[in-house]
């Protein structure tokens, strides 16, 4: 069983910068591909950047491209979203979330374990 925590969010103006934590607890956690995906009030969940288990391989929808960045250390834990240049259509609540395998989805149900998710609010 894997569990997931993020961490980070809060109130910041735009142009401002956050960064999300998302930690993992679990005996063994291998060979995971990890995603962060934010649901705004009335809107579906959309992804909005993924990174494979060994971090060569990253993927960002166009909305964050550019402003936002996935990482991982060397021990694939925790995986960070760092957001820059924020605006005020990123706030939401950001989750992060975790598949079975080593390369990452842009799909939701692609992913088998999340976490409680993380508000970001942007003040314009």
């Known amino acids: 069983q894997v569990q997931l925590v993020e961490s980070g969010g809060g109130l910041v103006q735009a142009g401002g910068s956050l960064r999300l934590s998302c930690a993992a607890s679990?005996?063994?956690?291998?060979?995971?591909?990890m995603g962060w995906f934010r649901q705004a009030p009335g809107k579906e969940r959309e992804f909005v950047a993924a990174?494979?288990?060994?971090?060569?391989?990253?993927r960002y929808a166009d909305s964050v491209k550019g402003r936002f960045t996935i990482s991982t250390d060397n021990a694939k834990n925790p995986v960070y979203l760092q957001m820059n240049s924020l605006k005020p259509e990123d706030t939401a609540v950001y989750y992060c979330?975790?598949?079975?395998?080593?390369?990452?989805?842009?799909?939701?149900?692609?992913?088998?374990?999340w976490g409680q998710g993380t508000q970001v609010t942007v003040s314009s």
């Open positions: 979330a975790a598949r079975a395998a080593t390369v990452p989805s842009l799909s939701r149900w692609d992913y088998g374990y």
């Open positions: 679990a005996r063994t956690f291998s060979q995971y591909a």
């Open positions: 990174i494979s288990w060994s971090g060569v391989i990253t």
